[in-house]
């Protein structure tokens, strides 16, 4: 089976968010940092290590969609969730797929601010 094809906008956002969530993790400092875990969900059932069956209760859990179409497109929320450590979900951002420096920026600032707002405070 091909591999599905991934529009070059899906690559962006992608890449974009790993990007936004070790930049907005690092910015916290290892000490405040220490308890966050990220955790990459693949959009695409077609093309992760985990069957995708397993992958639909977290996508209908936190209500984002991933879908491959008929075409072999990658149909997905481009989204960034702050989830509790009891499984609940916090905030939730969508990527803005743009390489533009300040969106980028805006993105990482909110995100370190979201995650600050959840951790246990001193």
Sequence with gaps: MQAPAFPKETLACCTSSAT?????????????????DLVAIN???????VPAQQLWPIYHRYNAYGQ?????DIVHDPLTLIIDATGHERLKF?????SDKADLNDQEVGLED?????????
Excluded: D, F, Y
């Design 68 to 72: 491959v179409s008929a075409n072999g």
């Design 43 to 49: 959009a695409n059932p077609n093309a992760t290590a």
């Design 20 to 36: 936004i969530m070790s930049t907005a993790k690092a910015a916290l400092g290892s000490k405040t940092a220490g308890p966050i």
């Design 94 to 98: 969508e990527t803005l797929a743009s």
């Design 114 to 122: 979201g995650m600050r707002q959840w951790l246990p405070q001193a």
